[in-house]
Each structure stands twice: as structure tokens, then as C-alpha cells.
């Protein structure tokens, strides 16, 4: 996979599946966006110190302004949006304030930049963007005990089957994968009785996000792809 001279935007790069994304962008020769909110982020990210990154410290992703500066100059083969956040809840414990911090972090994060992605490679002959939904955006069971994010994480879902519609004769794809529970230190910490074998390690799930964003992915577009591994 040659990705030389491609400009790549990787929301939610300084985390764990977001490393792993960058990682392996950079080893296919691409050049990274990463944009970070704090500090520490940046500290902690492997690959701070890399010619080929430029870290942008973004405030908040639901904002348009702020959307605007990260895309500024940019003129991307793809976006890969990551940045979300996650809060559990049942549908009687989540009050409106809660509901929307997720619909903002997740939904109206990726549509905003979703937005501005389209609205560069429009200009540039076409590309690629990949979004992250999750388990409970194909199977809705699976977020009882976790609403908001439930409900957030579907309409991720959603805006990446109609925006493909939209864009495919621009030369567009666009396409989302669906992680189960991943292999991270913070959801090992969070739950220390889970068997971890069964989790889909981020690199894993890394390989299938680069794989869509990349142009030897040449037809598939509309696809919540499952990444699951065993569980």
C-alpha cells in the first residue's frame, strides 16, 4: 500500500485505535492531521516528533469554527474520524445535558468533519472517508445500559450510508467500521474480569480502517463493517 504524498486526517489520533491508525499510515508513507485537545495528548503520542505529522490542538470538535481550522489548508485523500467519547447510562439515568454531550462528541463531531472532508476532495477529484461507529449502531441490543451513546454512535451509522449515496459519483467513498469492545489498558481497566482474547486488538481493527481509506479500496462504499473478532 502506497500512500506517499497523501494528506490524511485522523480525528482522535493521540488515542489508542487512533495511534494504531496513524502507525500504519505513516509506515504506507502518508502525511497525518491529528488533531488534539489537551496537552498530555500530545505528550504521550508516539509519533509526536514525526515530519510527517503535524499535531493541530483543536478545542472541540462539535464546533464549526474549529472544524474549519483543522481543515484549513488541508486538502486530504482522506478523513478517518475517530474522536468520540463514551458514557454509560440507562434510558432513566440519562437526562438531556448527558444525551447531548454524546450526540456532540460522536454525531455532530464526525458530521461537521465529514462536511468539511467532502467539501475539500470535492475540489480534488475524490477520496476517502471512513468513520467509527460502534457495536450498538448494528446491534441495538448491545447498548441496553448505554443510551445515549447508543443513539449517538446509530446516527454515525446512518450519515455514513446516506453521505455515500451522496458523494459516490464525485468519487467519494465513504464507509464506517463497527468495533465490539476493543482490546485497550483503559477497557482492560475498566473491566478486569473480561477475557481479553476475545476483544479485536486496535491494530487489528486499524488494518481494516487503512485498508478503506486507501486507494486500493476501490469499490465498497455504504459499509458498517463489523470488527468484532471473537466476541
Not at 1 to 23: E, P, R
Request: with cysteine.
Amino acid at each position: 500500500m502506497d500512500l506517499s504524498g497523501k494528506q490524511i486526517v485522523v480525528t482522535g489520533g493521540t488515542g489508542a485505535l487512533g495511534t494504531a491508525v496513524v502507525s500504519k499510515l505513516l509506515a504506507a508513507g502518508a502525511t497525518c492531521i491529528v488533531p488534539y485537545v489537551h496537552e498530555t495528548e500530545v505528550q504521550r503520542f508516539p509519533h509526536r516528533e514525526d515530519p510527517n505529522v503535524k499535531l493541530v490542538a483543536v478545542s472541540d470538535l462539535s464546533d464549526e469554527t474549529q472544524v474549519a481550522k483543522l481543515y484549513s489548508g488541508v486538502k486530504p485523500w482522506a478523513s478517518i474520524h475517530i474522536a468520540g467519547g463514551f458514557a454509560a447510562g440507562k434510558v432513566a439515568e440519562t437526562d438531556k445535558n448527558a444525551l447531548m454531550a454524546q450526540i456532540d462528541s460522536n454525531l455532530v463531531s464526525c458530521f461537521l468533519c465529514c462536511r468539511a472532508a467532502v467539501n475539500a476532495m470535492l475540489t480534488s477529484g475524490g477520496g476517502r472517508i471512513v468513520n467509527v461507529a460502534a457495536r450498538p449502531a448494528l446491534e441495538w441490543r448491545f447498548g441496553a445500559g448505554m443510551s445515549a451513546y447508543t443513539v449517538a454512535k446509530t446516527g454515525v451509522a446512518a450519515l455514513t450510508v446516506e453521505l455515500a449515496e451522496e458523494v459516490a459519483k464525485d468519487g467519494i467513498l465513504v464507509n464506517a467500521v463497527a468495533p465490539s469492545i476493543m482490546d485497550t489498558p483503559a477497557n482492560r481497566k475498566a473491566m478486569p474480569k473480561a477475557d481479553y482474547s476475545v476483544w479485536p486488538k486496535v491494530e487489528e481493527v486499524a488494518a481494516t480502517i487503512v485498508f478503506l481509506a486507501s486507494p486500493e479500496n476501490r469499490v465498497t462504499r455504504g459499509a458498517i463493517v463489523p470488527v468484532y473478532g471473537k466476541s
